[in-house]
């Protein structure tokens, strides 16, 4: 059974550094992508970076210089870090995989979500 | 980046009735589209990828249909259950970018 679980801090102040883990089940890190995107309070979906099966990765350029996505593939994990915090990256933050290798960017499964709140 | 318009923001329909959600691009994303449904409190789930290729499980009153930069995802016989919110996206190039969303309600 296909499983992602995202894991972190649910409070993180201004200016730090947030760290958040998807622990997953089911397939391999190998020979699966990885997502993770966010959402505001009620608004939107904003895609963040992936993490290739082959561990290479991209980002939204919006978030390039602050964010940073690696894994550990042998524990079935990836991880996400972004600096420099500020309120409006409050959101709930989901990992997802690919669908297959051949659709890039479908994402089939997901976690259910970390909700972060940047706050004083 | 390719900029994702969705429409409408809002729908409100009747069970049973048939709905339409459009979606177009800034540019030819080459059928490279997914849609996605996002229950209240709950992750978005995919239903439709690659335009019109719907997703294991997903029940067959969902459809997918377009081409080059303009999208629609219907949904015939609306049961309560499809209240939700619908995204459209396109994987054809990073940043993968989503609409903004239409709120479907039951009438």
């Known amino acids: 059974q296909v499983q992602l679980k995202e894991s972190g801090p649910g409070l993180v102040q201004p200016s730090q550094t947030l760290s958040l883990t998807c622990t997953v089940a089911g397939f391999s890190l190998t020979s699966y992508n990885v997502h993770w995107v966010r959402q505001p309070p009620g608004k939107g979906l904003e895609w963040m970076g992936v993490?290739?099966?082959?561990?290479?990765?991209r980002y939204n350029s919006a978030l390039k210089s602050r964010l940073s996505i690696s894994k550990d593939t042998s524990k079935s994990q990836v991880f996400l870090k972004m600096n420099s915090l500020q309120t409006e990256d409050t959101a709930t933050y989901y990992c997802a995989r690919d669908l297959s290798l051949w659709y890039q960017g479908v994402m089939d499964a997901w976690g259910q979500g970390a909700s972060v709140t940047v706050s004083s | 980046d390719i900029q994702m318009t969705q429409s409408p923001a809002s729908l409100s329909a009747s069970l049973g009735e048939t709905v339409t959600i459009e979606c177009l691009a800034s540019?030819?994303?080459?059928?490279?589209l997914a849609w996605y449904q996002q229950k209240p409190g709950k992750s978005p789930q995919l239903l439709i990828y690659y335009a019109n290729s719907l997703n294991d499980g997903v029940p067959s009153r969902f459809s997918g249909s377009g081409s080059g930069t303009q999208y629609s995802l219907k949904i015939n016989s609306l049961q309560s259950e499809d209240v939700s919110i619908y995204f459209c996206q396109q994987n054809y190039d990073s940043p993968f970018t989503f609409g903004s969303g239409t709120k479907l309600e039951i009438k």
């Open positions: 540019e030819d994303i080459y059928s490279n």
């Open positions: 993490i290739w099966n082959t561990g290479g990765t």
